[in-house]
């Protein structure tokens, strides 16, 4: 078991248990250098988070980039989209299947669907509410 002190998190206590002696000193070591490096500030966060984030750094270092770019990333092409409503996305979805030969049926069903949907955010509808509220196409 490792305590850690307010002197270095400047809030609580932080107690650890590790399985073995050298978990526990290389968690000393982690511990005395973000102290130094980040002061107070590197105990503000919780511990997953920051295990977490630096899981998550490894797993984009292949590809050159960092977490704030992966949310970016994330809020540019999926935030958007999902955030949308049915009336906005309906017309952009069918102009991408304008080549199918079922693209009139789609678009006949997308229209008996937004009758009941069209100005809720794509990303708040879920089946049960659709069980419950309509699309009836019948």
Do not use: C, W
Not at 37 to 59: D, K, N, S
Not at 92 to 103: C, D, F, N, Q, S
Request: charged share 30%; net charge positive; glycine share 6%.
């Amino acid at each position: 078991m490792v305590k850690v002190g307010k002197r270095f998190t400047g809030t609580i206590k932080v107690r650890r248990f590790f399985k073995t002696e050298k978990q526990a000193k290389e968690f000393i070591t982690d511990v005395i250098k973000a102290a130094k490096e980040r002061g107070h500030l590197a105990f503000a966060i919780p511990q997953m988070l920051a295990v977490e984030a630096m899981e998550l750094t490894e797993q984009l270092a292949p590809h050159n980039a960092t977490l704030t770019d992966a949310v970016k990333f994330y809020l540019r092409h999926l935030g958007k989209k999902t955030g949308g409503t049915m009336e906005e996305l309906i017309p952009e979805y069918l102009r991408t299947k304008a080549h199918l030969k079922y693209r009139r049926a789609q678009q006949i069903s997308l229209r008996v669907f937004a009758r009941d949907f069209s100005k809720k955010p794509i990303n708040t509808i879920f089946a049960p509410q659709i069980d419950r509220e309509g699309f009836n196409s019948s």
